[in-house]
T-cell receptor, first 112, second 112 residues
Framework: SQTIHQWPATLVQPVGSPLSLECTVE??????LYWYRQAAGRGLQLLFY??????ISSEVPQNLSASRPQDRQFILSSKKLLLSDSGFYLC???????????FGPGTRLLVL | GENVEQHPSTLSVQEGDSAVIKCTYS??????FPWYKQELGKRPQLIID?????GEKKDQRIAVTLNKTAKHFSLHITETQPEDSAVYFC???????????FGAGTRLFVKA
């Protein structure tokens, strides 16, 4: 069966520090991969999605970037965090030919 | 662009009563409509979905209805229980599309 992992689960970072969040999917190949951010008490904001290795589509211009170095690995990065980057970051995956999307356990990021 | 509107944003019901959450989508090509439940601090999890070739689907106390002509779909929860308290997201996507468009969420409180 398929499994999605995210780490770390929780992160506290100072303003201006770099960020790297990792997401991996097991048990599938060529998935569509997504990064969402959820501010406290708010909805799901799509940040990036990828339909294949090295292919990244950005939905919201900001100081974040994403990379997909391997088929089942999706990384979210920042060179300098802002206070407004705090939130719950969710990775999600979708089988290439299906519509159902599944979420990872999330990373809670607090920027101080 | 594609949009999904969800109402109400907050819903409070007495245990045992029914709850209804309504969504409207803008992309007439949408043909898949999932619903997710997100408990506090957890990831959104798929609870039920419906495809455009079906008007209604039921799973125990949960049912979804779809009106393609009006581009409306709804989630119905009967005999609500305190453990139904959560945020519920509706969503829409289409075959061949890469993105799932989410509603803003409904926070459901079930009072014991």
């Amino acid at each position: 069966s398929q499994t999605i992992h995210q780490w770390p689960a929780t992160l506290v970072q100072p303003v201006g520090s770099p960020l790297s969040l990792e997401c991996t999917v097991e048990g599938t190949s060529n998935p569509n991969l997504y990064w969402y951010r959820q501010a406290a008490g708010r909805g799901l904001q799509l940040l990036f999605y990828s339909v294949g290795i090295g292919q990244i589509s950005s939905e919201v211009p900001q100081n974040l970037s994403a990379s997909r170095p391997q088929d089942r690995q999706f990384i979210l990065s920042s060179k300098k965090l802002l206070l407004s980057d705090s939130g719950f970051y969710l990775c999600a995956w979708r089988p290439g030919l299906q519509e159902t999307q599944y979420f990872g356990p999330g990373t809670r990021l607090l920027v101080l | 662009g594609e949009n999904v509107e969800q109402h109400p944003s907050t819903l409070s019901v007495q245990e045992g009563d029914s709850a209804v959450i309504k969504c409207t989508y803008s992309d007439s090509a949408s043909n898949y409509f999932p619903w997710y439940k997100q408990e506090l601090g957890k990831r959104p999890q798929l609870i039920i979905d419906i495809r455009s070739n079906v008007g209604e689907k039921k799973d125990q106390r949960i049912a979804v209805t779809l009106n393609k002509t009006a581009k409306h779909f709804s989630l119905h929860i009967t005999e609500t229980q305190p453990e139904d308290s959560a945020v519920y997201f509706c969503a829409a996507s289409r075959t061949g599309g890469f993105k799932t468009i989410f509603g803003a969420g409904t926070r459901l409180f079930v009072k014991a």
